[in-house]
């Protein structure tokens, strides 16, 4: 060995624990990652591959042609990712100063509400969303006392509407929503605040410009995991949704159980897979997840 091969032979020898360390580290990740290929990546690729073959016809592109040469499915797309916006806003508007009064009450009492918030996960999706449907109903309880208090004449039309859609997955998504934000704003140090304090700052000073901005990670996991979760929703509605609030996961049910054309129903399932990553990435520009919580950190 010359002179000049020692430095090489000293940085290998250095090096050699941690390469082992990174062996044992992918050894151990192997079972997960076997598992993930054979529950989500093989019937991903399933999905994919029969998007684009058509029987007797061998592989074409004629189903996403079909997407995009029909309005109504166009339609039905952008109404998918309208209400998933919608609520995603309803729920953050409704779920932030929920959370934050969760993080600001004394620990005792703020597990006491916190209960109240996990309660909906032990009950059925179904039976909450039929709930909600007697409580709107025309003679349901809501409208009982409108009409009580005097603030409608008639029974308003609360149900089978985008009113009704918006209500249902807005409750049932609440709970993301606040637990996310809640989270991130229990890490929050109390000091922060009261230095503001005395500095001179209000409280609504020391809320918007210290509370606010460490509470953002909260707020830009919340809103994607709501919206992600909003884009795929089913149940509630086609519960509590009209003719004319379809969503495409019901459009995609209705080719599996009703026109058997798995094909199509895989075209609509992809294409919703792509806006979705192209809305995360386009969400992921504007609000820059990464050095949000690399601030957070």
């Known amino acids: 060995m010359t002179a000049a091969d020692a430095p090489v032979v000293l940085v290998d020898a250095a090096l050699a624990p941690e390469r082992r360390e990174a062996r044992r580290y992918l050894l151990m990740l192997l079972p997960a990652v076997i598992v993930l290929l054979a529950l989500f990546v093989y019937p991903l690729l399933g999905i994919a591959d029969r998007s684009v073959y058509k029987p007797r016809v061998g592989y074409t592109l004629d189903y996403y042609a079909q997407i995009w040469r029909v309005p109504v499915y166009l339609t039905v797309i952008w109404r998918t990712f309208q209400i998933s916006a919608l609520v995603t806003l309803l729920s953050l508007a409704l779920g932030y100063p929920l959370a934050y009064l969760l993080a600001t009450l004394r620990p005792r009492v703020a597990r006491l509400l916190m209960i109240v918030v996990i309660l909906p996960f032990f009950t059925s999706i179904i039976v909450r969303t039929y709930a909600w449907m007697v409580l ?36 049932v998504l609440l709970p993301y929503m606040v637990l996310t934000v809640y989270s991130v704003m229990r890490g929050i140090d109390s000091a922060f605040i009261r230095a503001a304090h005395s ?49 495409i996961a019901m459009l995609i049910e209705r080719e599996v159980e009703y026109t058997l054309n798995w094909s199509f129903a895989s075209a609509l399932a992809v294409i919703l897979l792509v806006l979705t990553l192209i809305g995360f990435l386009g969400y992921n520009r504007i609000v820059r997840l990464e050095r949000v919580f690399e601030a957070r950190g």
């Open 136 to 171: 709107l109903g025309s003679n349901g309880v809501v409208n009982q006392y409108l009409m009580w208090l005097g603030l409608a004449d008639a029974p308003l039309r609360l149900l089978y509407n985008k009113g009704g859609v918006l209500i249902g997955m807005t409750y």
């Open 199 to 247: 500095l001179g700052a209000s409280r609504w000073q020391a809320f918007r410009k210290v509370f606010l901005p460490l509470s953002l990670p909260g707020i830009a996991g919340g809103t994607l995991l709501v919206f992600i979760l909003s884009l795929g929703f089913f149940i509630t509605p086609a519960l509590m949704g009209g003719p004319s609030d379809v969503m």
